[in-house]
């Protein structure tokens, strides 16, 4: 079981910078970041492979966001810059034990973190 648990939400006004992190207390082969607002399904983000370090990012968010990872803290970062009104979510760090399914939906992690608002104001 690994556990996973974020921090750095928060509210900004657009065009702002946030940065969000995640710490999993053990190792995992791929991390990711998903969103989701109230009445929509959760939206992949962005991925890291933890072996090869390799990204994926959702095309609403290339330019802007960055994931990336410190091997020591065993944690994940989700830098976002140029943010919009649109980006407003509640962001979750997700983990995948093993290799399965895909980077892009829900169903290829594993374990969850208990989500962090972000708000951007016009």
């Known amino acids: 079981q690994v556990q996973l648990v974020e921090s750095g939400g928060g509210l900004v006004q657009a065009g702002g910078s946030l940065r969000l992190s995640c710490a999993a207390s053990g190792r995992t082969f791929r991390m990711g970041w998903f969103r989701q607002v109230p009445g929509k399904e959760r939206e992949f983000v962005a991925a890291l492979s933890w072996n090869t370090g390799s990204t994926r990012y959702a095309d609403s968010v290339k330019g802007r966001f960055t994931i990336s990872r410190d091997n020591a803290k065993n944690t994940v970062y989700l830098q976002m810059n140029s943010l919009q009104p649109d980006d407003t979510a509640v962001y979750s760090c997700?983990?995948?034990?093993?290799?399965?399914?895909?980077?892009?939906?829900?169903?290829?992690?594993?374990?969850w973190g208990q989500g962090t608002q972000v708000t951007v104001s016009s």
């Open positions: 997700a983990a995948a034990a093993y290799i399965h399914g895909t980077v892009y939906k829900t169903e290829g992690y594993d374990y």
